[in-house]
């Protein structure tokens, strides 16, 4: 079975750019989180979607958003970037029925940078 | 869900055994102890979790207190490539329709270093 899918692995961008995400989760997985990175925070939840519809969200500015498709592929979006979203950001798939136990499978990470 | 505290850092000779403690001493009955890695530049893993009796699988070992106040990570035979970030996470094991399903707190975890 395949992993968690991340595109692109590693991105750059400037400040004021916007940038989409992608994360594909496990065949069958419905939920699917994002998490962002850093040296200074650590891991932090940003969203998590299930059904196409945000079910959580974290403490993040507006510019940071996301959706999720009916195939339960997942992007997520941040507009207007600013030298802190440099950052590792982190997509979990869950299958999210009776046979959850509570653990999410990661991807690899989208790496992005800043300048 | 509970906060945790965990050593910053422990180091650990190859080929022994390598005992990561957690301390939750806020931990409400519902919650589970859940641990998972993080090697570097990817994404965490999960490793086991519990809720009050010990749990072993292919992985490691996760030895629960009495009084579930803390909890121990043992890794029986460390090898170089355990190296990585440990996080100790409690939280409430989710239903299907639970609002936090897909959400952990990481804290800022535990550096295991294992050397030759």
């Known amino acids: 079975k395949a992993g968690v899918t991340q595109t692109p692995r590693y991105l750059i961008k400037t400040r004021g750019q916007q940038v989409t995400l992608s994360c594909s989760p496990i065949?069958?997985?419905?939920?699917v989180s994002w998490y962002q990175q850093t040296p200074g925070q650590g891991l932090q939840f940003l969203f998590e979607?299930?059904?196409?519809?945000?079910?959580n969200k974290g403490n993040f500015p507006g510019r940071f958003s996301g959706r999720q498709f009916s195939n339960s592929r997942s992007e997520m979006n941040v507009s207007t970037l600013e030298l802190g979203d440099s950052a590792l950001y982190l997509c979990?798939?869950?299958?999210?029925?009776?046979?959850?136990?509570?653990?999410?499978?990661f991807g690899e990470g989208s790496r992005l940078t800043v300048l | 869900d509970a906060k945790t505290t965990q050593p910053t850092s422990m180091d650990c000779a190859e080929g022994r055994a390598a005992n990561l403690p957690c301390n939750h001493s806020t931990i409400s009955g519902n919650e589970y102890v859940y641990w998972y890695r993080q090697i570097h530049s990817q994404g965490p893993q999960y490793i086991i979790h519990g809720l009050k009796n010990n749990e072993t699988n292919e992985m490691a070992s996760l030895i629960i207190t009495e009084d579930r106040k803390s909890s121990t990570l043992i890794l029986p035979h460390a090898t170089l490539r355990d190296t990585a970030v440990y996080y100790c996470i409690v939280r409430v094991r989710q239903g299907a329709g639970g609002t936090s399903y897909g959400k952990l707190t990481f804290g800022q975890g535990t550096i295991l270093t294992v050397h030759p």
């Open positions: 979607y299930f059904s196409e519809t945000q079910r």
């Open positions: 979990a798939s869950s299958p999210r029925d009776s046979s959850f136990s509570g653990e999410l499978f």
């Open positions: 065949s069958g997985h419905r939920s």
